[in-house]
Each structure stands twice: as C-alpha cells, then as structure tokens.
C-alpha cells in the first residue's frame, strides 16, 4: 500500500490560497473541476478573480490586504 501525500495550503501574503497536492475540489452542486495534471492551485481570497475559485492576480489590481500568519494562537 502506498502512502498519499499530504496536501499542503500555503497563505500567500496578499494573495491567494495554493493548494498542492491530490485534492478533488467541487461546486456548491457537488460537480468536480477537472484537475487532472495540475499537482496544485492557486484558490482566489480576494473575491475579483474572474475565474473563481481560481485566482487569476487581480488581488494586485484591487490591493488585496491579508496577513499570510494567524493573528493568533490556532489552538
């Protein structure tokens, strides 16, 4: 049996969520976005992205500001 990696989220400073890893993202239908060959993603927090969920930099274009730390303990 082999392991699966794990998945990893990186803040991105001002910027977006990426995703690496084997994930399986889906719509509020429970329809599948075909990710086959992409080993990540770049997931929008801005909200100006026209190719949401992805991001697509208009974070730069609109000055998106957000920590990429916690403000606080998690725990």
């Given at each position: 049996?082999?392991?699966?990696?794990?998945?990893?989220?990186?803040?991105r400073?001002?910027?977006?969520l990426?995703?690496?890893?084997p994930?399986?993202?889906?719509?509020?239908?429970?329809?599948?976005?075909?990710?086959?060959?992409?080993?990540?993603?770049?997931?929008?927090?801005?909200?100006?992205?026209?190719?949401?969920?992805?991001?697509?930099g208009?974070?730069n274009?609109?000055?998106f500001?957000?920590?990429?730390?916690p403000?606080?303990?998690?725990?």
């Open positions: 049996m082999s392991e699966v990696s794990p998945v990893k989220v990186t803040v400073p001002n910027g977006p990426r995703v690496e890893g994930i399986v993202l889906t719509d509020a239908d429970g329809k599948e976005w075909d990710l086959t060959g992409k080993p990540a993603v770049s997931l929008c927090r801005c909200g100006a992205s026209e190719k949401r969920p992805f991001c697509d208009s974070h274009r609109v000055g500001q957000c920590a990429a730390s403000a606080g303990n998690l725990t």
